[in-house]
């Protein structure tokens, strides 16, 4: 019996949370007094095996198969995997990549899923804690079963770093191409426009809570006067008030500024997915329990028409 961790990889390079579902998976594993397999599919699986040579880790399994992620490609590796191993937890990532393959590989095995887990316990079971209710509630889930699949929230552990030693075998999948009914056709950039957000050092980000596009000049002008750039939640984007290219989250992009000043901005997950990697996090909301304030390192719970505006007058 073991845990085996399933690796995220997007052309060409892992995902940060492939190191985060290692340190997950070690600590299931030390829970359990079993080993921890992880395991690579597709892409360029020698050099993938060789960032996941960690601590913690005793054997990385490469499924050498094609370029990209396949829904159907993965499905039969994990299902050949778990064939091979039994693990008593089966971990995928939260990911675009594992939302769409992790339902299946659960059914196709008969196993329980306990999706967007943020922290796992096993003590004669597993017990995983997930978010509820636009992370404002903590519910957590005990799992009745010897076995489980579980997909883990990217952030929430620590990523492994510490290098290992561990085996690394290829492991020899038939894939039965008659199941094999999609394949990646290409790849659509976000639009790039006239500023890449990823690369500013402070950000004022707008939410929802800005009510109207006219109002929008009221927090381009404290961007202004920080010398910082503008960049928004998705209903600022899908609402046609700014271009693809200054959404952060899950769907547009990831930033990790010095200063990431969020105004009118509840805090939801895919947002936070795209943010809370940022040094400094500030907030301005009127809602005292809104999950922004979670990850805040200062918070001013006010009206961002009374608060914009008193720190533009103070930084211009």
């Not at 079993?34 to 597709?42: G, I, K, N, Q, T």
């Not at 105004?263 to 040094?279: L, N, R, T, W, Y």
């Not at 805040?296 to 719970?301: E, H, L, P, R, T």
């Amino acid at each position: 019996m073991s845990v085996l961790a399933v690796a995220d990889h997007r052309r060409g390079d892992l995902r940060d949370v492939s190191y985060e579902l290692v340190t997950a998976g070690r600590e299931l594993a030390e829970a359990l007094g079993e080993e921890l397999h992880v395991a690579v599919v597709s892409g360029d699986v020698e050099s993938f095996a060789k960032d996941l040579s960690l601590d913690g880790v005793d054997t990385v399994h490469t499924v050498d198969h094609g370029e990209e992620f396949n829904h159907d490609v993965y499905v039969q590796a994990v299902e050949a995997l778990d064939s091979a191993l039994e693990p008593t937890v089966v971990l995928m990532p939260n990911s675009v990549n594992g939302l769409d393959y992790a339902p299946a590989v659960a059914s196709s095995l008969g196993l329980p899923l306990v999706s967007d887990a943020v922290a796992l316990e096993w003590d004669d079971g597993l017990t995983a804690t997930r978010e509820m209710y636009a992370s404002k509630v903590e519910t957590t889930v005990e799992v009745d079963a010897d076995r489980v699949a579980v997909t883990v929230r990217g952030g929430e552990w620590e990523p492994t770093e510490d290098t290992g030693s561990p085996a690394v075998e290829a492991f020899d999948l038939t894939v039965d191409e008659s199941r094999v009914r999609s394949r990646v056709t290409g790849f659509e950039e976000v639009a790039g426009g006239d500023v890449d957000i990823s690369d500013a050092d402070v950000l004022v980000s707008v939410g929802r809570g800005i009510e109207e596009e006219e109002n929008l000049e009221l927090v381009e002008e404290l961007a202004d006067a920080l010398g910082a750039t503008l960049s928004a939640s998705r209903p600022i984007v899908d609402n046609g008030w700014l271009p693809k290219n200054r959404q952060v989250g899950q769907s547009g992009k990831v930033v990790t500024p010095d200063v990431y000043l969020a105004v009118g901005i509840s805090g939801a997950v895919q947002h936070v997915a795209g943010m809370k990697g940022s040094d400094t996090i500030i907030a301005i909301n009127t809602d005292p329990n809104a999950p922004i304030f979670d990850i805040a390192d200062y918070g001013i719970v006010g009206d961002l028409f009374d608060v914009v505006p008193a720190l533009t007058e103070q930084f211009r």
